[in-house]
Each structure stands twice: as C-alpha cells, then as structure tokens.
C-alpha cells in the first residue's frame, strides 16, 4: 500500500509566497548607520526579493551557484536570504570578524560567483579582494552614499528587474539554499551547506511554542548576527510566521540597543551572553541617579530572550528576570541549523522552585523535534540520562549536517582568473565525510561534552579539549566559570587546563572584574566551595585579565588564554 | 553543489522515542465507561505502545497491511495511532456512527487485516461481522469486563509481548501510517492514505504558535473523535510537545464534558460547532438558580477552543469570548490531514474593534504554512483576493491528498473468506486519481465555494452542492444561517436550495429555536435585513424543525433535509 499524499516539496519558495500574500502590511525596520529607521513593508520586501533574484538569473546565476554576502543584519541582507534561492543560487553568509585572509580562503574554498556586500564594508572587502576575484561585487548603499562606479548598485540592480516576470528556478528539496562556515577555534572553518527542505523542517521546529512560540503578533529583534548560522534560522521563521522585524544594523552596542528597544520594543529577542551581560550591566548603572543616561531607558517587559552561542551563566537568567524578562537558553552549531537543544520550562517543573527553574534555564535543555541526541561515552558506549554521566553530544537528524563541503577537492582557480565562471564541476562537487566528525553509524561528533538528566536536560560541561582531567579526575571548566560569575565582584571568568607535573592537568581562573570593584583571589576559594566544589577542584592559579579574548562569534577563545598564560608558569 | 545535510527521514517512531524519553512523567487520562478517570504515565505508553507494535509483528503483520480500530477516545486508541505504524502497518480509524452497511463496505474496501475494538462497541461489530472477516479481532477491554473467549484480548496480548525487544520496521517517509474515509454527504466513501512525512509535516505545522500554539504545559482536552480525520492531528502532537491529554472516552454529552473540566481543566480543547453550542446552552441554563445543575461548572477561563468540522457561527465565538475562551475555527477535511487554514487574530488586527474580530473568527482563516490556496472561479480562471469573488477552493501541499485509495482496484475475496490472509497484491495497490476531485495541474479541487479577502482570510460561502442559484445571482446558504443562528430565539438553523420555476432556486429555512422560545417566522425577514441582506436574498419559507440532521461527523446533512422538505412545495 502506498500513501495518497501529493509529493509536493519542502521549499523556501513557498514561504517567500506566503508572506507576499498574507503579511503584505507587516514591519520590517532597519537601523541604518546613521541610526536612523529604514522602514519597508512585507509586501515591499517580497516585490524586492522577487526583483532580486530576477537579476541574479538576468547576470546568469546558474543552478547551485554560491553567491556570497558580507553584511550587517537589515532587510536587504534578508532579501538575500530568500532571493539567492529563489533564483537557484546558494547564499554564502561570509563573518565580517573574520581576518581578510580568512574570508579570502573562504570565499575561494566556496567558489563564491558573485558577493552582495554592504558599502560601509567595503574597507574590509579591499583587504582580502586580491585573494579571490567574484566575478562581480553588488555594494547595497547601506549608508545611502553613491556607490563606487567599479562595482554593481544593488539598487540599480533591483530597480532594473522585473519582480513580475521573475519565475522560480526549477527545483527539488534537497537542492541547496545556504551555506556557512563553521567558526572553528583551531583549524581550519569546514562548510556546510543547507537544503531547502533542513531549513524548512528546522524553521517548523524550532517556531513552535516552547522554543522560539513564534506568533504574527511577535516584534523580533535578532541581534545574532545573520552571517552566523543563519541567525539562528529566525529569519526564515518570521516570514512564515509573518512577524514585525526589527534589524539592528551595525549598532550592537548596549546603549545602541537600549535605545531600540525605546523605539521598537520587542516581544522577542536573540543574541549571545556577552551582549545581554554588557546591556543588563549598562541598564543597571544606568538607574544610579549620577548616570548622564539615567531614566533613559526602560526593559520590554515580557520580553523573551533567545540565548545562545555559549553557556549562558544562570547569574544572568537571575538579573533578567528580576526585569521581567526570561531567558530560554537554546544550544547547537552551524552544524545543526543551529536549535539542537532549547531549555524551556518543562512540564514537570510546573511546582518547582524558582531555585530550581534557575539550575534549568542554565543548561542546554532539551533536544527539539526531529533532532536525536546521544551521549557517547570514553568507552565507547551510549551513557544513561542519569544527570552525572558525562561523554561527548552525538547528534542526528534532518537539519543536521552529515559531511562537510570539500575543501582539498574544490578546483583551485589560476591566479588572478574569474573562478566564478566555467570552472570545472560547479554545482556537482562530491562532499568529503570527516571520521572525525562523523560516527561510522552516522551521527555528528559534537566535540562538546555533557551529562543529561532524568528529565532531558542537556548540561555541556565542556569542550572535549576544554576538560580539565586532574588526577584521573574531570574538572569541568564551564561549571567553575559559572559559579565564578556568581560571585558579585565579577563580570567574566574563563577557566583553561595548565599542564601540571603532579596531577597532568589544573586549572587556571582568567577573572574580569566588574567596573570599579577589587577582589583578592584568596576569596574565591572559600566563594566556590560555598558553591559546591571539591577542595581538588578548585584552582591555585587565578589570573586578573582586562576581557576574555573571543572569537568572531563571541565565545571565549581559550587557545588564546593557553598561549597567553602557557609562558607564565 | 549538493547539501550536506543527512538524510534522515520523517517518522512517527522518532515522535514515539521523544515521547518516551522526554515526557515519561506526563499523564494520560481517559475516561471510562463507568465515569472514573483512568490514568498512565506517558513512560506507561511508551511501553504499551511498544509492547502493541511488538504483539503486531508477533502476529504476522506485514509491512503496508491495515490494522483497523473502532474505538473512543481513550489511551489504548493513542497506543494504536504509534503502535500500528512501528510495526509497519496502516492504522484504519473506523467511525463507530456509520451505518454496519458502510462499516462493512469500508473495512472490505481498506482489505483490513486486524481489527482493534472497544468492548462496548462489539454490539456494533456483530451487526457488520457478516459482511467482513477480520483475520483476527483484537478487543480492548474498556469497560473493564471480561473480554469474551472468541477474541483475542488487547490486554493480554500486550502482557505477553516483550516492549524491550522490539525493533522498528524499517521504512521509508512515505511509507503510509495511518487511513481514513472520506464522510461524503453524497457517494461512496473514499480512502485517504497519510505517509510518516504528511503526518510529521501537518503536525509541526498545526502545532505552530498562532494555530494549536502547543506546549509541553498544555492540558488538551480533543472532544473530536479519534477517527475523525486522526482527531484532526492533535493526538501526534500531543505526544510531539509532551502535553498532558484528557481523554472523554464515550462520555460526549455536554453534561458529561463540563463534569470532566472541573476534574481536569483544560487549557485547549477541539470539537465540533454543535458540541459548543450544547455545551453553552447548558452551562448558561445552569445559571439559573432553580436549575438542578446550578453552581456545578466553572468554564475553564483562558481555554483555547479549536473548532472546525463545519462553520462557526459568529454567536457562538462571541457567546464563549464573554466567559473568557477564545475560539480559533479552523477549516479542513480528511483529505487536508486536515487543518488547512486557521482564524486568528493576525497582528493587521491588532488594533482592530471586536466587532471586526468576531467577524475574523467567524471565517475559515488563513492557510497554514505548507498549504498553497486558491479559488477557482466559474470561468476558469483564478479569483483575485478581494474579499467578494467566489470559486470553489482549492488546495496543494505535502500534506494534501493527491489520490484516493482504489476501491473498484482493490481485490475482492470470495465471500466468507478470510481476507487478510494471502491476498494477492497486498500492500501493494495502485493508486487512482479522480479527475472530478483534482484539476490538471494537480490541486485538489476540495467541493467548498469561498471567497478570500486581501488579509488572506478565506470565507466558505457554500458547498459547492449547496450554494443557492436565484436569478443568476448567488445566495449563501452558510451566510444566512449565521445571520439566522444570532437571533435570540434560534439554536440551529439550515438553508436549502429548493427548485423555483421562476427563479430557477430559492432558500429555504429550516430552524431549531431554543427550548421554551417561540418566534413568527415573519419576524425573520427584519432580522435578516438587518444583517445586511438584500430583500431578493431572504427566504420566503421556513420550516420549524425539531433538529438538523447530521452526518456521522456532525455537519448539517442537507441532502437529508431537500429529501424531506422536496415534496412539500
């Protein structure tokens, strides 16, 4: 017997239609460099992605063709989003915190034919195009400034294609719509490219109730950058939920942000730890009646705030909420669409206490739908949820990556040639299968370590080269650090491994400490065992640092520490 | 360039493992024939459901066959709805309000191997036993009596199947879980086969914030019968999100139900229009002080209500908004899996009156993501969105039926034998495609007239057999029953077409009026002006009738009304 469904595919296509006919008067506001709002409506936005992608096909876009973008978070970014696909290309988000040698390495490893970059990053650009030629650089006046007459007007380009005439590149659902590196702390960055059909499964999932309880009624504000997995995939989600979107542009910094939110308050945002503890801190000093920004600015209340990126100290759920705002911690990777994990408040803590809701918050959560979760232990066996077993984050799943884009096979262009046109291979390249990445039943080695509970609660105690292994024992870096930000003298901590004769591996602490306060380190000793650790946890070491060094996605770049301190023993 | 994601497929086993796993704790309450509440955990189910798949393939099933059920609405039949597809087979919800005529002819054409029934429904299968032999007879012991000898018990066959040792059967996203026939008010019924990947699809959809808006904190409460179009999904996404389920079993009447919501108060509850309307009328009745039942209800304030089956009067949605519960109609059929599209407040209705709502409430709503939707006019062309051009609606997507099951195609085995065994071509049948009930290009054509406004709100003038043709003009039966149903004297009303020599149809009104009331049928015309419709639109004849007929669904059932009122001219 065989179904009777219609074998309709998954399609990004069919969300840009919906939001074009159902959610033509909704919002989309962009901060622009000048700080003011750029307003545009869904129906604009739909007529200008429509426009967008007949211009790629018009500039001959073929068929799995990358086009890359180098951009801030604001609409004409989103019409990429949806644009690029539209037209059969694959969008390629590049990091503007990467190093112009970096970018260029990608953007030649991606084969990237075309790049939509924003005029106000130009600078950047210059510094790596002699490393990789696109075929053609279309400049978005993000700032509004004409645009150098060598490269291609993205509004010109819009304004001279017919949205009407536009017709949908041919396609199925496993053709792909997006690709993005991965952001490794060592090594070189690994690609992964996205289907139309993992990111429609991973937007479904990941807007449902308990996750991101995405409603038309939302105003969202995505602060996670949308070169970083996708923004988390939350602008896919608002133009199949039709919400109000309100992009930051390239004012990240807390009073930047506190003063959106004056302006659009949100109902719903996302970004990583470091921002909301920059702008819980700024608000806070803010209600000293000294500080010249004193009553100028109040918190959404009700807010809920996406964090993710890197563990989230429960201090922080604690301050948040104390404004009425609740934290829902999510966990993943470029790898995994990014929502592999989400802790929201289960069921079975309907009575708990807030003490208890707190612990939760503060860890991974539990695996969404559609996504399979395992704990692979040292000795090679799948751990029980018991909340202490401790092994390596295995996944597996639709939105999750099974191989990575090659990189030693991709052809290498001759210097100084066109790559994006001719080349040998373009849309068929074999994808290469890392064992090191990848299980030999076919799950994803996630590299982070984790215990989960009873309930489902995934708690991350480290990166696998994070651990600290002292003794024979396993010292958990994140647990220390954590119990370290509790302490109210503290704004950061980042624990790194020491190389020790006796016990192989210490600890070492990297404390920052909030403005104008002093602590001497012998405090902390007595302050963590208040918390619950061991004596022979506890670290001997503790190093006094201005700010924790971090990656272009904002985690806590160890390696860095290690170098710095390695030398210092 | 190819994706990197896995290729995992969709399956229900995947929602039944995450059920197990995440939400062991979470309760399953039924209600029994006698009125006590039975409960499990959902870590029972899992077991249970496991333990059923396992006694399945311990039985012989094969890959593809039907495992019919004739069950209520209780947690043995949810065991069926996970346990029938793990062993690989086709679950065939049977509707216990059929004829034994129809349930026959059903269960032949579905060629069903096994049947699982209630006990208090076996009455009901010896009335049919003669026309269609199961191979086996498979009877849950619901009421709590011995189950009798000549059947296999569900009870012990669970006991004696081991839940440890089962394994899935492998299958692909397409492979069929689930069918269910069509209730046509006219014609043979007509098979409809759900995959795993319709199924998942429609449940990540329906689940979405502004339509079911599920969370693992959710009491749901589904008053829609388990084999009506799979309770119109919920019990997938029930077990998807981990909500607490109240099952009502048989007990339907609006007694029973507001009993059951002071024993467990729901959150969200989905029945059908008529279901409502009995429920108020009685909970209102109660507020009179010589009422026996006075002081014995609380409405559960903030429930969300789901109804859909047929349309919602506009009285009805405002009569539950005054004690606090919002009704979100949607609109769908078998064939649609079968939420289609859903009325919610859309943020362009943020600032809208609550006039404008109601009215918003009252229609069929906006698609659901994954549902393309058109209106099909009389000229064959498609009808612009302009909120008065009607046409029959059409519908495509991955959870839209593109065939039926073959009735003439399917096998007939030789009377008295035993079907299930050794039949040619079993779970292999070939699917035909009527063209009466798709277009060329492959929409389903779904027999509905609506027209659809510029916010994409669809509203269901008719069905297409019973829109009233008068003068060339067209009449919405639909239209002037709402108007109909908010006269304060009117509990039910139903208009007909009945043939006119000179204007070719004219409407007839058949109305039920609320106990005690009475009202001349010449008051109606006023009324009816009054809401807006032409002189030429109203009815010359009303019939006052003592209820609507109705089909084993609950919608109005016309045809039995033109039969009765046709030579009556």
Same mark, same amino acid.
């Given at each position: 017997?065989?179904? /009777? ?22 919002? +989309? ?15 604009? #936005? ?70 939509? +970059?924003? $005029? ?31 490269? /291609? ?8 294609? $017919? =949205? ?29 490219? #996205? ?20 409603? &038309?009624?939302?105003?969202? %504000? ?83 705030? %996406? @964090?993710? &990126? ?13 404004? &009425? ?22 069921? *079975? ?21 559609? @996504? ?8 090679? /066996? ?22 990575? #884009? ?42 982070? !370590?984790?215990? !989960? ?10 990166? /696998? ?9 396993? +010292?958990?870096? @994140? ?16 624990? +790194? ?42 670290? *001997? ?7 924790? =060094? ?12 290690? *170098? ?6």
């Amino acid at each position: 017997m065989k179904s /009777t469904m219609m074998p309709v595919p998954l399609s990004l296509n069919h969300l840009l239609e919906r939001a074009g006919t159902l959610f033509a008067s909704n919002e +989309i506001v962009s901060r622009l460099p000048d700080k003011s709002l750029k307003r545009h409506s869904f129906g604009d #936005y739909y007529r200008r992605t429509r426009a967008l992608a007949a211009a790629l096909q018009g500039l001959g876009l073929q068929k799995g063709e990358r086009v890359a973008t180098l951009c801030w978070n604001h609409h004409a970014h989103l019409e990429c989003y949806f644009g690029i696909p539209a037209a059969g290309g694959v969008m390629h988000t590049l990091n503007l915190r990467l190093s112009p040698d970096e970018l260029g390495w990608i953007a030649n490893d991606a084969q990237d034919r075309f790049l939509v +970059i924003d $005029d106000v990053l130009l600078p950047l650009y210059r510094q790596f195009a002699h490393l990789y030629k696109f075929e053609k650089v279309i400049v978005f006046p993000f700032s509004g400034a004409p645009v150098p007459a060598e490269f /291609t007007d993205y509004e010109a380009l819009l304004a001279g294609a $017919d =949205p009407d005439a536009f017709r949908y590149a041919p396609h199925d659902e496993n053709d792909p719509v997006a690709m993005c590196y991965t952001s490794g702390t060592t090594g070189r960055p690994k690609g992964v490219v #996205y289907s139309h059909r993992s990111t429609v499964l991973h937007t479904l999932v990941a807007s449902l109730g308990d996750f991101w309880g995405l409603r &038309g009624t939302d105003v969202v %504000l995505p602060v996670t950058p949308m070169f970083h997995a996708n923004s988390w995939g939350m602008p896919y989600g608002a133009v199949m939920m039709g919400v109000k979107l309100v992009f930051p542009g390239p004012h990240l910094h807390p009073d930047d942000l506190l003063d959106l939110m004056q302006l659009e308050p949100p109902t719903l945002s996302l970004g990583v730890p470091t921002i909301w503890m920059s702008l819980i801190q700024t608000f806070d000093a803010a209600q000293n009646p000294d500080s010249p920004s004193h009553g100028r600015w109040k918190l959404p209340v009700g807010m809920r705030s %996406l @964090v993710g &990126g890197a563990a989230v100290p429960e201090a922080l759920i604690r301050a948040f909420d104390q404004h &009425g705002i609740w934290i829902l911690q999510g966990w993943g990777m470029t790898e995994t669409s990014p929502v592999a994990t989400v802790s929201y408040p289960k069921a *079975e803590l309907r009575n708990a206490s807030m003490d208890e809701r707190y612990r939760r918050a503060a860890m991974a959560g539990v695996p969404v739908p559609l @996504v399979d979760l395992r704990v692979w232990g040292d000795d090679g /066996t799948e751990q029980p949820w018991d909340g202490h077993s401790v092994g390596e984050v295995q996944v597996r799943g639709p939105f999750i990556t099974g191989s990575y #884009y090659p990189q030693e096979a991709a052809p290498r262009p001759p210097e100084g040639a066109l790559p994006g046109l001719g080349r040998p291979g373009a849309g068929d390249h074999q994808v290469s299968v890392n064992p090191e990445k990848f299980t030999p039943d076919g799950w994803l080695r996630t590299g982070d !370590v984790a215990s !989960v509970d009873a309930m489902g609660f995934v708690k991350i105690t480290d990166r /696998t080269k994070d651990l600290i292994k002292s003794g024979g024992e396993w +010292i958990s870096s @994140v647990d220390l650090e954590n119990a370290l930000m509790a302490h109210p003298a503290v704004a950061e901590a980042a624990v +790194i491994a020491m190389p020790d004769e006796k016990w192989g591996e210490r600890p070492l602490a990297c404390v920052v400490l909030k403005p104008g306060r002093s602590v001497a380190a012998t405090d902390f000793g007595p302050h963590l065992l208040g918390h619950g650790f061991a004596k022979w946890q506890l670290p *001997e070491r503790y190093e006094f640092i201005d700010a924790v =060094p971090r990656t272009s996605t904002g985690k806590f770049w160890k390696m860095k520490l290690r *170098e710095r301190f390695a030398s210092k023993t």
